[in-house]
Every structure is written in structure tokens, then in C-alpha cells.
């Protein structure tokens, strides 16, 4: 079997997993009957959908394979897609936006679902509409005993509130049901800055997202660009400051914000921005075509962004920070802020930026990554978002950063309740009360 065939990987390889039995699921019946083997031979159970956000290694485990599970059905008149385990947001998208409407996906259309539900969610209509995880509906799930549980805000509050937020913590989710909102276009796209270009466009950025309305979502990349051909001629091989644009009001509006970003100079390299179908959002950071690859992924949520800030990043990363890391800095605020009407632990609403570096695994670039995290800890909140997070913050206290104190304190107390064995504990552990190991 072909590597990026093996069920047992993900596609970022920064773990390997040799677990005891692979299930690749088919269906409803498939994840119930995993569990139960687990419980009859007493072992963990792990989840892999895409693989982008690896945590423990499953060895020894039952290991869940949920890709052939990416079935999506579309209600156009309740607004509402109902999903299945292992699908993806190009699988979501394809389904949706024919009736001109739009989920609150990822950034890139090759994240699964599921993992990003229940991890949060933060995409190019959060600072509109907040959290991905703050419009699920309803959830199937599979619990500790081995029974499905259909659960919404009426049936189970309290699981409902820990699952969206908990990722896999509680159980593994067979299916959920997500609000879908009428976004049928977007002015969006990258403006491609060169390396020397990057203080003075991160200085800007800076001072030019305190004026944007909350229908404007924006991220900045520092990276290098492949010498490859499947790079544009004028990145090739390039570091650059990538500025990411996803505006969902009126384009004209949309090309007015961001014109005092186009007036930058050194002028960009390349400008992508445009008036486009919600579709092609995925389009908009320009990610590589998915191919397995080993990175060590980690963040830190800002409560601030100000000239120190940006100096700071500045001399700890270097405008050719790409040879080493891409590093984004990702605008958050708005809806993201405020609580959701239907309660849940995510955590980081105190943030007003992320800051995700991804790292390779050679010694110096990860304590240039260590470094660069560091040096931002007097603007940090503390916390971090665990859709960001990654091998190495799988330990208590990085994962209790994802929460707040009280919320933290109520998942492990609940944690005891449905799963008082740890059986889901090849992920983000939240260990249950009573257990400190």
C-alpha cells in the first residue's frame, strides 16, 4: 500500500502511529463497533480525518480512519448542511454555494470538518459570524459505552457545550449539523509584497486594521515561495509578505478599505484581489497543493498589535523569515469576541490576533520558532487556539491554555462523567477529574 494511501497517516507526518487495529469507517456502525473493541480490550482510541493536526501518536490503539465518511446534505430553505465525519470543506462548498450560500469553513478547502468544528474554527467569515463551532446545531457522536447520542442545546447541554470546543475528548463524532449564511461572493485575494517590503507592510497592517469593519478577515504571511513551476513567475523562488483579503460586503466597498494596502511601496508583486464567488475562497491563501509533509505547528493568541509588537516580530523573525518558517499573524476580534448564543468552552475570545509559526524539525529553526514565541509573550493573552497547536502541545498545561480556568475545570469534571476511563485521550487530552497523571 502507497504511503498516502496508509490509513494509519495523516498529512502532516510529524507522528507516525502504530496502533493495534485500523478501522476505516464506512459508516455509523463502523465507529460504534470500534469503540467497543476498544472497551472490550481496555485500549485508547484515536481519530484521523485529513491529518493536519496531529497530536499523539495512536500506537497501541484503536485507530479510527473517518475518510470514506465525507457524505454532505444541504437544507437551502433551514440554511443548514448536515456533515459527515470525514468529509472536507471542498466536499461542504461544492454542496452549498450552488444555492448561494456559504458555510463558516477554513481557509484552506482541504481541512476536514469535523476536527475543525470541534476545535473552534476560524475562517474568512469569523469576524462576522464568530466561531465555526458557535453555529453547530445538532452533533452524532459516539460515547465511551458505546452508544451513538444524538446531541443538541435541549437533549445534553452540557455535552453539547463541552464538544465544541473539546474536539475529541468526549467521543468521536459521526456527524454534525452547521448554519450556513447567504454569502454567495467575496472581494478577496493575496497582495504579494516583497521580503524588503515587510516592515513597513506589517507597520501599516498594524495601524490600518483598527479602522476594518467586521465583514473584513485578514491574515499576513511571512514565507518563501518554491522555485517550482507551479509557483507565478513573480514569487518563484521568492520570500514575500503576503497579505490575505476576504471582504463579504459590497466589492466597491471591499476595493476602497483595501486601497491604502495597494498604495504600499515597495508596490506588490503580484495582486490577487478580487471580486470573486464564495467558491474560490479557498483560493485566497494560496496554499500548496496537499502532499504529505512534517511540520511542528505552535501559537500564541495576541491581545494586542502595536509598533513594539511588530518590531519585536520584526528582529526575531528577519524579512526572510520564509528560509527557516512561514510564520502568519491573523487578524481576529468582532464576532469572534462576543459569546455565542448556544454557550461553549472555545476559548481565545480575548484575542485580538493569532500568531502561528510552522516549523521543520531541525533543532535550530524550532529554537528560532521557541524564540520568536517567546519574545511576543508581553502582548499574549496566555492562551492558545487549538486548531494552530501541535505535537508539542499535548501536555496538561498547554492544552488548559485553550480554555479558560472555570471552563477547563468544567470539561474535566464532565470529562469524569463520560469518559472516567481516558479512553479518548489520542488528542488534546483533557484528562478527566480526579486523574493528575
Known sequence: MSTDMDPRLGLNRAVESHPAHVVEAAGDQDMVAAVRLAADERRAVGVLATGH??????????????????????????????????????????HTTPHGLAPLNGASPDVGVIGYLTGGGAGPLGRRYGFAADHVRRLRL????????????????????????????FGLVVSAEVDLFPVARLYGGGLYFPAEATAEVLHAYAEWVRQLPETMATSVLLAR????????????????????????????DGERLVRPMRAQR??????????????DSGTIHHDPVSAPYVAYDRNVLLGELTADTVDTLLALTAPDTGGAFPTELRHFGGAYARPPQVPNCVGGRDAAFSLFPR????????????????????????????????????????VRAAYTPADFDRLRTLKAQHDPDNMFRINFNIPPKGDDR
Open 142 to 169: 459516539v460515547t465511551a459505552d458505546g452508544r451513538f447520542r444524538e446531541v443538541t442545546a435541549d437533549t445534553d447541554p452540557d455535552l453539547f457545550w463541552a464538544v465544541r470546543g473539546g474536539k475529541d475528548n
Open 359 to 398: 516549523a521543520t524539525p531541525e533543532p535550530g529553526i524550532l529554537r528560532r520558532r521557541d524564540d520568536l514565541l517567546a519574545g511576543l509573550r508581553p502582548w499574549s493573552t496566555g492562551g492558545i487556539s487549538l486548531n494552530f497547536a501541535g505535537v508539542e502541545d499535548t501536555a496538561p498545561d498547554r
Open 53 to 94: 493536526g496531529p497530536s499523539l501518536a495512536a500506537d497501541g490503539a484503536v485507530l479510527v480512519n473517518t475518510r470514506r465518511m465525507d457524505g454532505v446534505r444541504v437544507d437551502p430553505e433551514r440554511a443548514t448542511a448536515w456533515i459527515e465525519a470525514g468529509a472536507r470543506w471542498r466536499d461542504v462548498l461544492a
Open 266 to 279: 515597495p508596490a506588490a508583486l503580484l495582486d490577487t484581489v478580487r471580486d470573486m464567488p464564495y467558491a
Open 225 to 252: 515561495n518554491t522555485d517550482l513551476p507551479d509557483a507565478p513567475d513573480p514569487l518563484r523562488g521568492r520570500s514575500v509578505t503576503h497579505l490575505r483579503i476576504a471582504y463579504s460586503g459590497d466589492p466597491a
